[in-house]
């Protein structure tokens, strides 16, 4: 008897997945909640466990194949031997396929796949005019997505008529002695999420940034005097990122537009404070929530982007951890950033860009004197922000930093 192994649900909005690899091979013994096979979606990468114990019987979905929600990736038979007879049964529907499949058949699935399409397409066409039935989908099945609509509307319904086409840069081509000497990789289905995520907000927000510097002085004298005390009582180390979240959140209720998004001509202000951590990973970058960051210590803080730092590197964030942010902090002074214009992630309107703390000559009370400074960038949506509460919002998150008394006394 043979258990399948199917793909499990993948999450909000997320609705098909790309095989990335197997890490056994028809044959091998398994065990129960044993990983059989990595999946990679535009949001995560995760694991498969095997349903029951047994040997690995047929693989149906190959490396670099996409696939949807429950579909059957292969099987565990059960006992010593995996049975040959279910490879030969799944080349039969690659036989018949083209009998079952003539030429016409996706123009009329086009409509049902529009209309299939989500909430999000459908408020997009109504808000725009733009028939989802005669966009071009990229999704499973030919579905609209978001950034199809987005896509169609940048460039007046012109991908309306247009065939889908795949979101690729044509380039001239290398010269032979070159290419001999180039690798060409397929982007990872990550890696084309934050390729179009990026470029869609630059294409749809008035981005702006705005820059400020901090004395880091203070705060690094009160990390430097608790920081033994701190780790021996929490178990994670005093970082940097619970003053910046707290400082943040301080600044947010000050200037709630920062906090808030566009919903077609409204705007919706939220009344709670879920702080997105950029972290970077061998295969990208992901931005895991800090969800109600305002109701937690500086030690909650610090477990929370801890523990999410540990598991974005293995690989074990879900998919759920990594949606409702309302603002976004990125820290590129962990790589040696001076400075630099973080891209919002939409739909936000607003990101903190950290950078690294160096030596600088300042001028206090009338004397040049040498402090730990930092470059801060807010990066904001000027469709919602305004130039005053942009500078507003920086101001006291300086504030807060160079007085960290003020996080305690919410000042």
Do not use: C
């Not at 013994?29 to 990595?38: F, G, L, Q, S």
């Not at 902090?329 to 919002?344: D, F």
């Amino acid at each position: 008897m043979a258990t399948e192994i199917r793909v499990p649900t993948l999450g909000e909005s997320v609705s098909e997945a790309t095989i990335g690899r197997w890490f056994k091979k028809p044959g091998d013994p398994v065990k129960a909640d044993e990983p059989v096979v990595e999946l990679e979606t535009d949001k995560v990468t995760l694991e498969v466990n095997a349903p029951a114990s047994g040997t690995l019987g047929d693989i149906l979905a190959k490396d670099g194949e996409t696939v949807g929600p429950g579909a059957v990736l292969g099987s565990i038979v059960e006992g010593g031997a995996a049975a040959a007879a279910p490879a030969a049964k799944a080349e039969t529907p690659k036989a018949e396929a083209p009998k079952a499949a003539p030429a016409v058949a996706p123009a009329p699935a086009a409509p049902s796949a529009a209309r299939d399409s989500g909430p999000a397409v459908a408020r997009i066409a109504a808000e725009s005019g733009v028939n989802p039935a005669q966009v071009a989908g990229t999704g499973k099945d030919g579905r609209v997505t978001k950034g199809d609509m987005l896509a169609a509307i940048a460039t007046g319904g012109a991908a309306a008529s247009a065939p889908a086409p795949a979101p690729v840069q044509v380039r001239a081509p290398s010269a032979p002695d070159d290419a001999s000497r180039e690798e060409r990789v397929r982007m990872t289905k990550l890696r084309q999420t934050i390729a179009r995520r990026l470029k869609d907000a630059q294409n749809s927000a008035a981005m702006l940034t705005t820059f400020n510097d901090v004395d880091m002085s203070a705060v690094m004298a009160l990390r430097s005097q608790y920081k033994d005390v701190f780790e021996k009582k929490h178990g994670v180390k005093l970082g940097f990122m619970g003053f910046f979240t707290k400082a943040v959140i301080q600044a947010l209720k000050d200037v709630p537009a920062v906090n808030a998004e566009i919903d077609g001509q409204d705007l919706v202000f939220k009344n709670y404070y879920h702080i997105g951590i950029a972290v970077g990973t061998d295969k990208g970058l992901v931005v895991p929530v800090v969800r109600d960051a305002d109701l937690l210590s500086v030690a909650g803080i610090e477990k929370k982007i801890a523990d999410f730092g540990r598991r974005a590197r293995d690989g074990k964030l879900s998919i759920d951890e990594m949606q409702g942010g309302t603002f976004t902090i990125t820290n590129g002074g962990i790589y040696g950033s001076l400075l630099s214009t973080p891209i919002l992630n939409a739909p936000q309107s607003g990101i903190l860009g950290m950078h690294r703390i160096e030596e600088r000559p300042v001028v206090r009370n009338g004397q040049i004197v040498a402090r730990p400074m930092m470059y801060l960038a807010l990066s904001y949506d000027h469709r919602i922000v305004d130039g005053k509460e942009a500078v507003t919002f920086l101001v006291r998150v300086k504030e807060a930093l160079e007085d960290p008394a003020r996080l305690v006394l919410d000042l």
